[in-house]
Structures are given as C-alpha cells and as structure tokens.
C-alpha cells in the first residue's frame, strides 16, 4: 500500500486582467498557496488553497503555518486512509477549511492514481465539455467595464454573474451601465446577482423591486444576507420570486441542513476550494434530496485548483449553475493543465 512521503507548499502571486471588486473587497492580483504531495512510488497530486475575503484568516501565512503544523500527521500514512485524517484535520482547524480542502485535493489526485481512475470518470464520466459564466466585477471604472464585457460578448459568453456593492445608491447606476451593455451588445443572455453577503433585508429588497420596475430580468441571487441570517434569508425568500441561492453560509452539508431548516435559500454554491472532494459530495447529495438547485463555483484559483471543480461539474452532469471562470481574469494560454479553453467552455481530455 502506497504511503505519503512528502507535503511541499509554495506561493504562487498572477496579476489580473481586471480589478476583482465585490461587497467583501477587490484585488488586483492572486495569491494562492500551490500544494504538492508525493507518494513512496513517485505518484505526485496537486492543490491548491486560494486566498478569499470570505476567509480573512485564512491569509498566505496562516496557510503555511497549518500546513507546516498538519505535515507530521500526514506523512507515512496510507494514501487509502486519507478521508479519515481528512477528517480529523478538519475538526482540528476549524477556522482553516481552505487550507484543508487544498490539501484534500491533492491526496484525492494522489489515491486516485494509485487507484488507476481518471477525475471525471470519478465523478461519473457524463461529459467532456463544462460551459461556465463570466462573473462582471463591481467597479466605478465605466470604461474598463465596457472592455471587459465585450472582450467576454466576443468569446460568447451568455450568462453573466454580476457582483453588486450592497449599497444601492450605487448599484442601481452600476446595474443601468451593465444592462445597457448587455441589452446592446449580447442579444440574449442571462444575468445572476451575487451579494456577497452586502445587503440588509430593507436594502436588498428594495434592490429586486427596482430591477423589476426596470425590467431586468435576474435569473437568481446569490448570498444577498450576512451568512448567518436564516431569518432575514427566509423572510426575502417570502417576498420574492427570484430564487436565493447560498455561498458564504454553506461549508459543510450541517450548514445546509440548517440553511434547509430555516426555509433559508433554494439553492446552493458549491466550492471544492471551501469545502473539499468528500464535503462538496455530501452537499451535493443533500442538496439533491432536498429539491434544492445546484450551482458549483470557485475562489480565485488558477487552473491546479479550478480543474477540480471543472471535473467534478462536468463528470457529475448534476449542476444547473456553473460558475467556474477564474482562469479567465488570469493572462492564461488556450490550453490549461491538459483543459482546453474556447470562450466559454472547458474541453477535457476523455481520460482525465
């Protein structure tokens, strides 16, 4: 049986192509925490743990320290007992569940190929090709905007997740300038608001009935709340008919029984960068039995960390929502990690 041998880390820093601006914050460039575990034979696995204004504490330092403290525990272990001391970890860092999921995917890569199975054939093998949208970040700078979606109008892109500020002063003009685009440039397409957690109830429900007198349509709204707002969560869900998916508030599928509990959403975001292989399986299967729609997304990640998310989006066939368009913030190649990128859609090889 294959032991785990070595756990190396480095820090890995790409500018954007674009300001990333939401209600948490805005960056103009990545800094990920790349992970490498090595097997006694030579098979390697690859993660990796993004920085998020999500998980503030979870910053490039931090991240090294866990992983430096956790490595001891890991090494000489079976790579098929890994779930478990996954799980330990886990319980362990509460507060590190990036850097845990990071380290997850890498001992996920590694099992696997000391099992002789592929990703996608992991997660069911049901396609080959992943279609995501194109987030639009918030941003005063009109011009930049307007070449930002255009560049995205050109390479296809029809679905668009538009982050808002929270402050509704400022993203009813924000919103005008976006749909203005859209409505002259794109023809058809479909918007989703992404709160990131910047309203109040007053505040957000004002927002939805501005859209509606404008006639914008919005196809959901993601995490418009604090996290930890069921109540308020369920009284919007009462007032409205878009329907109110769930990012921040869900890490594990416990949040999701609570958030279900609470008549707190309708669906949910799910992100292997938070919540990891077996965690965003779990949340996946709830989410299914409880009728909830299904959107999978990603962090700031380059492609070792998204292409996990890719795979498990297009092998499972089970999302309605893919989110999964960092890389195209990143000054990347048309071919990615064995991915082939053309607008927006991911090509994966058949056996990958």
Request: proline share 5%; charged share 25%; glycine share 8%.
């Amino acid at each position: 049986m294959e032991l785990i041998s070595r756990i190396n880390s480095r820090v890995l820093e790409r500018p954007l192509r674009i300001t990333f601006s939401t209600a948490l914050g805005a960056k103009d460039a990545i800094r990920s925490v790349l992970v490498r575990v090595s097997l006694q034979g030579g098979i390697e696995g690859n993660g990796e743990i993004p920085t998020s204004f999500a998980f503030p504490h979870e910053s490039v330092p931090a991240i090294l320290r866990t992983l430096r403290s956790v490595a001891p525990e890991v090494k000489g272990v079976p790579i098929d007992d890994y779930p478990e001391v996954i799980d330990r970890l886990r319980a362990r860092h509460p507060l590190s569940p990036m850097t845990m999921s990071g380290l997850e995917v890498a001992l996920f890569r590694c099992w696997l190929q000391a099992r002789g199975v592929g990703e996608l054939e992991y997660w069911g093998g049901r396609s080959s090709v992943c279609r995501t949208d194109i987030t639009i970040p918030f941003t005063s700078d009109r011009e930049r905007l307007r070449k930002w979606m255009n560049a995205a109008i050109r390479s296809n892109f029809v679905e668009f997740k538009v982050k808002t500020s929270g402050a509704c002063d400022r993203d009813f003009p924000f919103l005008d300038f976006v749909y203005g685009v859209l409505q002259e440039r794109c023809g058809r397409f479909r918007v989703r608001l992404d709160g990131n957690q910047g309203y109040d109830e007053s505040s957000f429900l004002r927002l939805m009935d501005w859209c509606a007198l404008r006639r914008y349509a919005v196809e959901l709204v993601e995490q418009p709340l604090p996290r930890g707002d069921h109540r308020g969560l369920k009284r919007i869900r009462n007032r409205t008919d878009t329907p109110v998916l769930l990012d921040e508030s869900i890490v594990t599928a416990f949040d999701l029984e609570r958030a279900l509990d609470a008549q707190a959403c309708d669906g949910v975001n799910i992100k292997i960068a938070k919540s990891g292989i077996a965690e965003s399986r779990r949340i996946m299967k709830l989410a299914q039995e409880s009728g909830q729609k299904l959107m999978i997304g990603c962090m700031m990640e380059t492609m070792t960390g998204l292409s996990a998310a890719i795979r498990m989006a297009s092998g499972s066939g089970g999302f309605d929502f893919i989110d999964l368009d960092s890389v195209h913030f990143l000054f990347h190649r048309k071919n990615s990690a064995g991915i082939g990128l053309r607008g927006p859609e991911y090509h994966l090889p058949a056996r990958s």
